[in-house]
């Protein structure tokens, strides 16, 4: 069973559109992040959420966390090209003692934005 | 460039063989994690070294062990490798040990085991 799970795993939009990827779980986080993952590359942070209902903004990017800590959304308004990526959701479980247990990541969403 | 180095880029192997995996942290990190991601899997917590002592374990098999130098650079030993071993490996650092530290990916090392 995946502790955080990222709904849709594969999304194909054309250029322009607007879209909302999901991550939720039955657990409370006292983190989570949003990275994105390019073929061949590591990981890199786009942002953490750390308080029960934040929205954080990122240019075209708007994070939410969910109230009860469970859940965080990411939302692209006009896609472009350049957002085509996979992108993972990854957290801090509230009772992993402090980061103790490393971070727990779901298996991610592939974006692909058709020119 | 995430400022995180891992060597080699690409390794290839056939099964029962042991290889290791090196990386060096961002300067001024002290934390350095393994993770290891693979299609079915997803990218799985291996384990955390921080100063030269290992703080935390995830999932990692017996046949992995992983140890941080002097000098905060830290190798992954994997033995016996089975097919199944065959993933992309990241590293990544992070200034603290504990508590919410933004960590930074290193670009990772494909092994494959034939």
């Known amino acids: 069973t995946q502790l955080l799970e990222q709904s849709p795993q594969f999304l194909s939009i054309q250029e322009g559109e607007n879209l909302t990827v999901y991550c939720n779980s039955s657990?409370?986080?006292?983190?989570l992040q949003w990275y994105r993952q390019e073929p061949g590359e590591g990981p890199v942070l786009l942002v953490t959420v750390v308080t029960g209902g934040e929205v954080k903004k990122l240019k075209r990017l708007t994070f939410q966390f969910g109230d009860a800590r469970k859940d965080v959304s990411l939302h692209i308004t006009a896609a472009q090209p350049g957002d085509t990526g996979l992108y993972l959701c990854a957290g801090e479980r509230v009772d992993s003692g402090g980061g103790a247990d490393g971070l727990t990541f779901g298996k991610g969403t592939h974006l692909i934005i058709q020119p | 460039d995430s400022g995180v180095t891992q060597t080699p880029k690409h390794l290839i192997t056939a099964t029962g063989q042991r290889v290791t995996l090196r990386c060096s942290p961002r300067?001024?990190?002290?934390?350095v994690y393994w993770y290891q991601q693979s299609l079915d899997q997803g990218l799985q917590f291996l384990i955390q070294y921080y100063n030269g002592e290992e703080r935390a374990k995830g999932n990692i098999l017996e046949r992995f062990s992983a140890q941080q130098f002097p000098d905060l650079h830290s190798e992954l030993n994997l033995s016996s490798l089975e097919l199944g071993d065959s993933a992309l490996y990241f590293c990544?650092?992070?200034?603290?040990?504990?508590?919410?530290?933004?960590?930074?990916f290193g670009p990772g090392t494909r092994l494959t085991v034939t």
């Open positions: 657990s409370v986080f006292s983190s």
């Open positions: 300067s001024g990190d002290l934390s």
């Open positions: 990544a650092s992070s200034v603290g040990g504990q508590g919410l530290y933004e960590q930074y």
